[in-house]
């Protein structure tokens, strides 16, 4: 929530659901996060090591790119994958 605000983006409301583990270890978590421009999700698997960030930005009004790049930023140094795979994609004109 924290990377949310920092980015300048608002969030409106949110949703935290935490997943029990097999073997008593920390499970997984998945949160979302809705925003006035559109959404942030993050699924976590511990026992995988493994993340996904999906950061949506709708650009109605304005343009929220550099908003949205700077939280995706900002949540790759909270997790600091030792691999990642980015994906971006630009809608519109």
Request: proline share 3%.
């Amino acid at each position: 929530m924290k990377a949310v605000e920092a980015s300048g983006l608002q969030a409106v409301a949110q949703l935290f659901h935490t997943f029990p583990s097999a073997d008593g270890s920390a499970g997984g978590v998945t949160a979302t996060v809705l925003l006035a421009e559109s959404h942030l999700c993050v699924h976590t698997w511990p026992e995988k090591k493994a993340v996904t960030l999906d950061v949506y930005v709708c650009n109605f009004g304005g343009d929220h790119s550099t908003k949205a790049r700077a939280l995706m930023a900002s949540l790759m140094q909270l997790f600091l994958p030792g691999k990642a795979a980015v994906n971006a994609l630009d809608r519109g004109a």
